[in-house]
């Protein structure tokens, strides 16, 4: 014989007048931090009430039912009415729908209030985003969508985001098959194929972290930040046809153009654009490139130009911002720091003066028939026009007549001109022996860590024996030590010469460097540097020992300190057997430059170098990458990227270092500047170390 199973019965549900409903002291929330009851108010007011009360009937002393209700599931619900009713929107007896537990029940007040709020699931997001999708295609704007439910645009805009997101992809987050993380990260492109593609790799990789598939994602692309993108705007690129990805989850500095040969096309026009411009100046040739390399004017002669003088009004208007930065200046004398505003306003009159100041040069309309000019793309965007530079073949055959007195003075003023030159382009020279280096790369290995390949090591060096010759140049105490230091040495420990003083700068050329380093913060500043000297010369070289000794203590000091910095050395190189120049010589120059180091305290991070695929990590081995990792960010970073190839390797490892200061062994600064030859001998012999087993 069957057994009947009990059937249940559902409290009884009707209208309630709101003046008869009371809050229950059995309600489970007692916390009010976040129950948002003004939003509630205005959605109930919009839309009505769309969940009813859960009520019981209050008792007297004797048991009866005394016609009030009390409130023990509902309570928000129940405040949001209560405000309505005080803001006159809602009668104090408007009916409320609600559910009834008859008197004397079993199930507790509390324990209805815990159910109803513990059972309640959120909606899921892909629920969500579904709804926010189909409000949006019957008409309703984002922003609509947003202000019925209280949220900001750009929760929605990131919902609806996900509109982007193959279905086959929403159908695996919807059967848990990934995380919202991970399908966020998908949004970021709208090439179903690829994204598809993306996951069909990832699914088998250990490592699917949204990172990982941002990066597969845009690894074709260029970054909104970069210089190409902020020469020609990202507005000209759109128009062009291209397209830009966004990642509304996750800051992205203006998105990614997924379209790099519009990118290009487009800054190539307008580089010709600018050049063609230039070009009816009346120089004879133009050259044109994205970026040219370090040290490309090295072999060219230079021509002298004027400085265009100021006008009326441009002199009226220096003087003017000049009174006003001095007038911020005092008021602000006394204060810690400045105020955003005031700073803001100090940051735009020191441009503005610095625009004036800067003069463009006029030159000679015959010896710009002669000379040429180069364009390129600056690292921060903007154009760079070098003019004024003559070619070997176009240089007057003729010697230029000059009086007894010009060639008693021991003075090869073309060799001067081209000395200037080299000065400004800071040594760099990328033909010669320079393009014969193949670009090496640290063979792989099974285990262990090798010696870094020579080339590596010398771009390594070349980069802090540039940011070594800014930080000389800016400390005219340690230039004047170090030049007293090597004029005893010369005088103690070497053989004199015949001439009566043979301290000499020799300017040391970098021929081997990373792609990085033109555009380099010491190499900027050493330019403007050396532009600024350039500029306050004399004219005439006859007068410049005049100009030299007229100048002040600290002018001189500085003077000294930039010419002297031409001469650092800091650079490894692999010396033949039997050349005049021995291996120990090579440790003995990097033993002083480390003191030079340690005593301008140089720190290559804040000279701006860190380590990319291009400039190290792509050049080294994976257990250099791994070593690398593991000491700036652990041993559970460097476990995560442990597994993949070394490609990819290098690439998670570039973003895994970012900003972490980490460094090479041969950019560090070991010591202090008293440290004891012993300690320094250590330090330069370390790079050696790198270099042979």
């Not at 006029?362 to 003019?387: I, N």
């Not at 030049?483 to 001439?499: E, S």
Request: aromatic share 6%; net charge negative.
């Amino acid at each position: 014989m069957a057994i009947a199973i009990p059937k249940i019965s559902l409290s009884s549900s009707r209208d309630i007048p709101f003046n008869r409903l009371v809050l229950s002291q059995s309600n489970v929330r007692r916390v009010k931090s976040g129950l948002s009851i003004e939003e509630l108010a205005r959605d109930i007011e919009r839309r009505g009430l769309l969940q009813s009360l859960n009520v019981r009937p209050v008792l007297d002393d004797i048991g009866a039912e005394t016609g009030t209700y009390e409130v023990p599931a509902g309570g928000r619900r129940f405040r949001a009415l209560e405000l309505l009713v005080k803001q006159k929107k809602l009668a104090k007896t408007a009916p409320v729908p609600c559910v009834v537990r008859e008197a004397g029940s079993a199930i507790l007040a509390e324990d209805d209030s815990l159910a109803e709020n513990v059972q309640r699931l959120a909606l899921h997001p892909l629920d969500q985003f579904r709804a926010f999708r189909d409000m949006l295609e019957k008409g309703m704007s984002e922003e609509e969508i947003a202000a019925a439910f209280f949220v900001a645009p750009a929760v929605v805009k990131q919902r609806l985001r996900l509109m982007t997101v193959s279905d086959s992809l929403l159908n695996i987050y919807e059967q848990d098959g990934m995380r919202l993380e991970q399908l966020m990260a998908f949004s970021i492109s709208d090439d179903h194929a690829r994204q598809e593609q993306v996951w069909e790799i990832v699914g088998q990789s250990h490592n699917r972290e949204p990172y990982v598939i941002r990066r597969m994602l845009t690894e074709k692309t260029v970054r909104a930040s970069d210089a190409r993108a902020r020469f020609v705007g990202l507005e000209a690129y759109i128009v062009a046809g291209g397209h830009v990805m966004r990642d509304l989850f996750e800051a992205d500095d203006g998105g990614w153009l997924q379209d790099p040969a519009i990118l290009d096309r487009l800054v190539m026009e307008k580089l010709h654009t600018a050049a063609e411009d230039i070009r009816a100046e009346g120089w004879k040739w133009v050259e044109t490139a994205l970026s040219f390399p370090w040290g490309h004017t090295r072999q060219f002669a230079e021509i002298d130009g004027t400085e265009v003088p100021l006008t009326e009004d441009e002199a009226a208007r220096l003087e003017a911002l000049r009174a006003e930065q001095e007038t911020i200046e005092a008021e602000y004398a006394q204060a810690d720091e400045y105020p955003d505003e005031v700073d803001a306003r100090l940051g735009e009159i020191e441009q503005a003066i610095l625009t004036l100041e800067e003069r463009p040069l006029a030159f000679d309309p015959a010896d710009m028939a002669r000379a040429g000019a180069f364009v390129s793309l600056a690292s921060d965007g903007t154009l760079q026009v070098e003019r004024g530079f003559v070619l070997p073949e176009d240089m007057p055959t003729e010697p230029e007549e000059t009086d007894d007195a010009d060639g008693a003075d021991g003075y090869d003023h073309a060799a001067y001109d081209g000395r200037d030159e080299r000065l400004a382009d800071d040594g760099g020279d990328e033909g010669g022996e320079g393009n014969s280096i193949a670009h090496d790369v640290e063979p792989e290995e099974e285990d262990g860590i090798k010696p870094l390949p020579d080339r590596l090591l010398t771009e390594l060096t070349a980069w802090r024996t540039l940011a070594l010759r800014d930080a000389f140049a800016s400390n005219p105490h340690i230039a004047l030590t170090e030049l007293l230091h090597t004029l005893v040495r010369d005088v103690y420990w070497q053989t004199p010469g015949a001439d009566c003083l043979e301290a000499y700068v020799r300017e040391i050329s970098l021929p081997v460097h990373s792609p990085d380093m033109p555009g380099s913060v010491p190499a900027h500043a050493l330019r403007q540097r050396n532009e600024g000297w350039k500029h306050d010369l004399p004219e005439d070289e006859n007068a410049l020992w005049r100009w030299i000794d007229g100048l002040d203590d600290t002018s001189r000091m500085a003077l000294l300190a930039h010419c002297l910095s031409f001469g650092v050395n800091a650079l490894f190189e692999r010396m033949p057997s039997y050349g005049a120049v021995s291996q120990r010589s090579v440790t003995e120059r990097l033993k002083r430059a480390d003191r030079l180091a340690s005593a301008l305290s140089l720190d290559l991070v804040e000279a701006g170098w860190q380590p990319t695929v291009e400039n190290y990590l792509g050049r080294v081995t994976k257990a250099r990458i791994l070593q690398a990792v593991r000491e700036a960010r652990g041993d559970e970073a460097a476990d995560r990227i442990a597994h993949l190839k070394k490609p990819d390797m290098a690439r998670e490892a570039e973003r895994l270092l970012e900003g972490s200061g980490w460094l090479p062994e041969a950019l560090r600064t070991i010591g202090r500047p008293d440290d004891t030859s012993a300690d320094m001998t250590v330090a330069a012999e370390g790079i050696e170390a790198i270099a042979a087993e």
